[in-house]
């Protein structure tokens, strides 16, 4: 050990923010809109999802995630060039590259005039546990003394990339856009991040994905002859083997909460509030059953937005600390699981 050193600090989540695009489509627009052969009935009865938001085309995926932004570092109490680092997750970025991260700096005003600050940026690829993947990385430079303000952003926009017919429903009807943010900060209070917990399981990697990128071909989109590339929709859109993710999810999730208990001797009594991703009702309320989580333990919002990917937990932390739920003192679980098979867990003293 060496002497005299500062002790390390904590990291903690100092601010929170959100933004869903305002075209709201409640499963009935949604059908009626596409045409899309499906029912309030049964997306509701397999998913509890009523209603997603879209947005608008010429909307980026970096647009929605500037206000959520914003609002995370003002309620954070910093400004912007207070921050050390950007830490972008999302599976819809802007472009194939650079990532989403550099967009948002620029569109945050970080770089010209007063408030330029090269800080660096960070895109994560890790679907639906993005958002632990990038929280733990966030904290990780915040306690080792690197950073003390690290911005972390989850945010979608799926409503371009799905397939909008009666072939893609079973896909189509579970995902909307939205962006969720949060400002990771060092203290030296006694409180924060306690834990994260991350897997990946690459035997699954085709089990949900999208591959209208194929670098192994040449080229790697199919062009026609006038020299235009053309994707077949099972390689433009997402595929998935529902049943198999469902089963998956449920496993997983519940193995890394545990892992996560054992690690910080805590029980699932400890827990004031559990935040999971939102993919489907059902995976949260089986696993809530098997864990025996209390109904008002856990927070959902998977009824107003869909599966939001990467921004599902940053906008239930978001909305939770609005509604006042979340205040410090509490202590939160949050856990995720998705594409790859990527998880996580994280336990934080709000
Ligand atoms: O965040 C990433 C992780 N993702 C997940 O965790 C998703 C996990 N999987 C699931 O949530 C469920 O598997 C789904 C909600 C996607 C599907 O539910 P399911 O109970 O597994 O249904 P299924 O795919 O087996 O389909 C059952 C039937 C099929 O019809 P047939 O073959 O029985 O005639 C589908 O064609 O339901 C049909 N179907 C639909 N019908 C109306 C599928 N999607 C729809 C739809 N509307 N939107």
């Not at 009935?41 to 010429?58: L, N, P, Q, Y």
């Not at 969720?180 to 209070?189: D, K, L, R």
């Not at 670098?215 to 595929?239: C, L, S, W, Y």
């Not at 009702?281 to 959902?300: C, F, K, S, T, W």
Request: aromatic residues 8%; proline residues 4%; contains cysteine.
């Amino acid at each position: 050990m060496v002497t005299g050193a500062p002790p390390l600090p904590n990291a903690f989540i100092s601010g929170s923010g959100f933004y869903v695009p305002p075209r709201v489509l409640d499963n009935e627009t949604f059908a009626k809109t596409y045409g899309i052969d499906t029912t309030h009935e049964w997306i509701v009865k397999r998913t509890g999802i009523e209603e997603r938001r879209f947005s608008d085309e010429g909307v980026a995926t970096s647009d929605l995630a500037v206000p959520a932004a914003e609002q995370a570092i003002e309620r954070a109490g910093i400004s912007k060039t207070d921050l050390d680092m950007i830490i972008f997750a999302t599976l819809s970025p802007d472009h194939a590259f650079p990532g989403s991260g550099v967009y948002l700096q620029e569109k945050l005003g970080l770089c010209s005039g007063e408030q330029a600050k090269f800080v660096p940026a960070l895109d994560v690829r890790n679907q639906c546990s993005g958002f632990l993947y990038s929280l733990a990385t966030a904290s990780s430079m915040v306690q080792s003394g690197n950073c003390k303000h690290v911005l972390v952003v989850g945010a979608e926009t799926h409503s371009a990339a799905l397939d909008l017919t009666t072939r893609g429903r079973t896909v189509s009807s579970l995902f909307g856009d939205g962006a969720g943010a949060v400002v990771v900060s060092a203290t030296e209070e006694d409180r924060g991040v306690r834990g994260w917990y991350l897997g990946a399981d690459g035997r699954f990697a085709d089990a949900l994905s999208q591959k209208v990128w194929d670098i192994k071909k040449r080229p790697f989109i199919p062009q026609n002859e006038e020299g235009v590339g053309q994707a077949q929709p099972d390689h433009m859109f997402a595929t998935m083997d529902g049943k198999l993710v469902f089963r998956n999810a449920v496993e997983r999730m519940i193995r890394v909460l545990m892992e996560a208990f054992n690690d910080l001797s805590l029980t699932r009594d400890d827990i004031d509030l559990f935040l999971f991703h939102q993919a489907n009702m059902r995976i949260n309320q089986y696993i809530a059953d098997q864990v025996g989580i209390p109904e008002d333990r856990l927070v959902h919002n998977i009824q107003r937005y869909g599966n939001t990917t990467a921004a599902t937990i940053p906008i239930l932390i978001a909305e939770a600390e609005r509604d006042g739920r979340l205040v410090p003192g509490k202590k939160v679980a949050m856990v995720a699981f998705g594409s790859g098979f990527t998880w996580g867990a994280a336990i934080v003293d709000w």
